[in-house]
């Protein structure tokens, strides 16, 4: 009862959750090739449209382009914010393992001083 109210202790580890930071970077990974060739498609088209004089076609594409663009700054930015969490976290795993490895000497300094 009382770790429902205190909210108790969580079950994730650094390493899973590593793991999960891994997972997202390649999900938006793939969602940004994905992107790219939807760019790449857009280009294509408005360059067709162009040749075939239908100016209003061929903008058209150009404003999804500039529209699948900003997606991939938007996904750019939460990658960079993926990254920075990574380290982050690596930061307090070196962190904590230093500190786990001082308590055996914090232990040993205690017993002495009894």
């Known amino acids: 009862m009382f770790s429902k109210l205190f909210g108790g202790c969580r079950d994730e580890s650094p390493v899973s959750s590593s793991q ?3 997972q997202v970077l390649e999900v938006l990974g793939q969602k940004e090739i994905t992107l790219q060739k939807k760019i790449d498609i857009e280009v294509e088209r ?4 162009t040749r075939a ?3 209003q076609a061929a903008f058209q594409c150009l404003k999804r382009k500039k529209y699948y663009e900003g997606q991939m700054e938007r996904l ?6 993926v990254h920075d969490q990574e380290q982050k976290l690596s930061q307090k795993s070196a962190v904590q393992c230093k500190q786990v490895q001082q308590i055996p000497s914090n232990v040993r300094n205690n017993l002495e001083k009894i």
């Not at 408005?46 to 449209?49: G, L, N, P, Q, Y």
């Not at 750019?76 to 914010?81: E, I």
Request: hydrophobic share 25%; net charge positive.
């Open 53 to 55: 004089r239908n100016k």
């Open 46 to 49: 408005a360059k067709e449209f």
């Open 76 to 81: 750019g930015s939460f990658q960079q914010r």
């Open 20 to 22: 999960q930071l891994k």
